[in-house]
């Protein structure tokens, strides 16, 4: 299982962390994904980390002011959001792929564990 938690109201130019923890599985065997989806958009890809290597990938929109991390330790990955912007907004999920083998990677298909999602809002 995956829990989104952290989103919320944030001005323009603020920050937000959001955080992802797994239960029943050890989320570093997994490359993991965060996405975000804007209402009437699909769902996009916006950060991922692979279990091995720590290579992470973030879509062009987001590099750098995001910034994705793993807490081994509480089982839980992090999404730090920096100089948000009024395009930000969304429904953010993270979700892994049972690939353990792969690269992490930005499109949403082939990700088979999704959490339920955490609402962040941009707005001044």
């Known amino acids: 299982q995956l829990v989104e938690s952290g989103g919320g109201l944030v001005q323009p130019g603020g920050s937000l962390r959001l955080s992802c923890a797994a239960s029943g599985f050890t989320l570093d065997l997994y490359p993991i994904g965060w996405f975000r989806q804007a209402p009437g958009k699909e769902r996009e890809g916006v950060s991922c980390l692979s279990s091995t290597y720590g290579y992470t990938d973030y879509t062009d929109s987001v590099k750098g002011r995001f910034s994705i991390s793993r807490d081994n330790a509480k089982n839980t990955v992090y999404l730090q959001m920096n100089s948000l912007t009024p395009e930000a907004p969304g429904v953010y999920f993270c979700?892994?792929?049972?690939?353990?083998?792969?690269?992490?990677?930005?499109?949403?298909?082939?990700?088979?564990?999704w959490g339920q999602g955490t609402q962040v809002t941009v707005s001044s």
């Open positions: 979700a892994r792929t049972l690939n353990i083998q792969a690269m992490c990677f930005l499109t949403p298909l082939g990700y088979t564990d």
